[in-house]
């Protein structure tokens, strides 16, 4: 077999088995690799993991549009279960000819330090443990994608409630709130036995591979090499120290205007400013139009490139029954495009949650001008980094006539926004404090002890809400956290990634053209470079500096006081 026998497309895959794709990395372990051919083997390999990839985001992206098709899921899980988890460690066989060639070039440096790695920690005992993890991740979302409630007399998915939790009533609120609770607390056995068995397989990984514990095999495996779980625990310190009492003067705040005794968790999405909530679009088309006109504003390339994505039907932004809940952008290395899935229900946050998947989005365009998969594709910090920055640098372009709002709604977007970047920096920290709580802990296997440990580190950060006797439903809120079953330890990236966001976003202030020109340039770097030369090259500084962290949180606060100012009643 030879470069030319690869398929023309990913479709040649979409019903193959292992045995199907097998041969294709046969031929890259017995093909002739020297100094005279690295390059095009290379290149073979590479184009390869292209095909692979795309045909197993396209299973993915097919059964989390329709969890309940059994078909598509049975494609999903071929994939998940039995092509990838045999395809990374014939990948690790290879990376193995790679590293003992000795070649190497700068723009491979990080390439193969990711290699080495791959290699040190591949045991083929784990194949079969990640298999069932997977087998697992899809049941997850089946019970979870398959939630509804009745309000009113009709059958929702449980993200078309999140426009009542914005209610002027605070009686439909809280129906609202405990609706959408309920199905995680009657789910919360099944939930909990699905962990149990995941938290098993990952621990029994991580000691095959020599490790103590999922936390610390976890940092090798996400190719962690710039940061410590020592770094973890001072991003969480500084957190606590700098943005959970900044959070708590934002509730303090809403609690008076909206005259209360105490807040309760059903009192913290609506606005406390108007009587009805922001409604930016009303129908998906009109959500699509605009936030082309909002990117085109930021910088006409990442309009073209967003409407390709709509020419392309490369968007799926609605709510509906059986959708996996949540959203993300995921990679097709093939064609060089990426997909936006959400769940769209005509709020702000459907807004912003739109401009944080485009980022990705605008990532992936970006860097697939690095001609080999593995250097367009950066860790997790960098690619959070693309889409908390675009949250922040196209929000001056969401006012009218391109965007969404009039000149005063676009305040009230931006308050809500700027509060959000707050209230999830103490979030971020508590669920990754949590996750190392579970994983490092002698009680991590015990459900009731994970459920108290949440309920222990949630109130260290999180202060200002009353949640008396609504402890089950407080529980709940972990059990939702999709990250912490599907994608563990996927979640301190945010943090880091918004205290990289809010530094390009201070640069915006003084120069709005060089920041968003310096967020694209840093983009096109892919994975050729360290993540702190990523930062650098964004006009940001990779970091967990508490004092850092403290003049950042002064910013958004002195930005949330002047907007504030603005608006009707004023700084009250």
């Known amino acids: 077999?030879?470069?030319?026998?690869?398929?023309?497309?990913?479709?040649?895959?979409?019903?193959?088995?292992?045995?199907?794709?097998?041969?294709?990395?046969?031929d890259l372990v017995e093909r002739p690799l020297d100094a005279t051919t690295v390059d095009e083997w290379l290149r073979a390999w590479s184009r390869l993991e292209e095909l692979v990839t795309e045909a197993a985001a396209q299973a993915m992206i097919a059964y989390t549009i329709e969890t309940s098709d059994s078909e598509k899921e049975k494609d999903h899980l071929r994939f998940s279960t039995e092509i990838l988890p045999k395809a990374e460690e014939r990948s690790v066989e290879l990376a193995r000819r790679f590293v003992a060639l000795g070649h190497s070039t700068p723009e491979l440096a990080t390439t193969l330090a990711r290699f080495r790695t791959s290699i040190e920690i591949f045991r083929e005992a784990n194949v079969p443990l990640f298999s069932e993890i997977e087998e697992l991740s899809a049941?997850?979302?089946r019970i979870t994608g398959s939630m509804t409630v009745e309000w009113e007399g009709v059958e929702r998915p449980l993200p078309q409630l999140q426009p009542f939790l914005k209610s002027a009533d605070r009686e439909v609120r809280e129906r609202a709130f405990r609706a959408v609770t309920q199905p995680y607390i009657e789910e919360r056995g099944a939930l909990a036995g699905l962990f149990d068995r995941m938290f098993e397989l990952r621990q029994r990984a991580a000691r095959n591979a020599g490790f103590a514990n999922y936390r610390d095999y976890v940092f090798p495996a996400k190719y962690r090499f710039d940061?410590?779980?020592?770094?973890?625990?001072?991003?969480?310190?500084?957190v606590e120290r700098a943005a959970t009492p900044a959070v708590a003067r934002v509730l303090e705040h809403r609690r008076r205007r909206l005259r209360l005794d105490v807040l309760r968790p059903w009192d913290l999405a609506v606005d406390p400013d108007r009587d009805a909530p922001l409604r930016p679009f009303q129908t998906v088309d009109e959500f699509v139009g605009k936030a082309r006109g909002v990117f085109t504003r930021v910088d006409p390339a990442l309009g073209d490139q967003f409407q390709t994505m709509i020419d392309e039907r490369l968007l799926d932004l609605d709510s509906r029954k059986g959708k996996a809940p949540g959203g993300y952008c995921e990679t097709l290395h093939f064609r060089g495009r990426p997909f936006i899935f959400m769940n769209a229900v005509g709020l702000v946050d459907d807004v912003m949650t739109l401009l944080h998947e485009a980022g990705h989005a605008f990532h992936a365009f970006a860097s697939h001008r690095q001609p080999l998969i593995w250097q367009r594709h950066p860790g997790s910090e960098a690619a959070e980094l693309a889409s908390m920055s675009m949250e922040l640098l196209a929000s001056p372009h969401l006012a009218q006539p391109t965007g969404y709002f009039t000149p005063e709604d676009h305040r009230g977007a931006w308050l809500e926004h700027l509060e959000d970047v707050l209230l999830s920096l103490v979030h971020i920290a508590s669920v990754d404090a949590f996750q190392t709580w579970i994983y490092t802990s002698s009680d991590g296997a015990d459900a009731a002890a994970r459920d108290d440990a949440w309920l222990r580190i949630r109130s260290r950060f999180e202060r200002g809400v009353d949640w008396s006797g609504l402890e089950r439903e407080r529980v709940a809120r972990w059990y939702r956290q999709l990250h912490i079953f599907m994608y563990p330890f996927y979640y301190i990236e945010y943090g880091i990634a918004q205290i990289g966001a809010l530094q390009i976003w201070r640069n915006s202030l003084s120069d709005p053209v060089g920041a968003v020109a310096r967020y694209r340039e840093a983009l096109a770097i892919g994975a050729v470079r360290s993540l702190p030369e990523m930062y650098r090259a964004a006009g940001a500084r990779l970091s967990f500096d508490a004092t850092l962290i403290g003049e950042l949180v002064e910013l958004v606060e002195a930005e949330i006081a002047r907007i504030r100012a603005q608006l009707p009643g004023g700084s009250e």
């Open 227 to 238: 940061y410590t779980p020592a770094d973890c625990e001072r991003f969480h310190e500084a």
């Open 139 to 141: 049941r997850y979302q």
């Open 1 to 26: 077999m030879t470069t030319s026998a690869l398929p023309a497309s990913p479709a040649a895959f979409v019903k193959a088995t292992w045995e199907d794709v097998d041969p294709y990395y046969a």
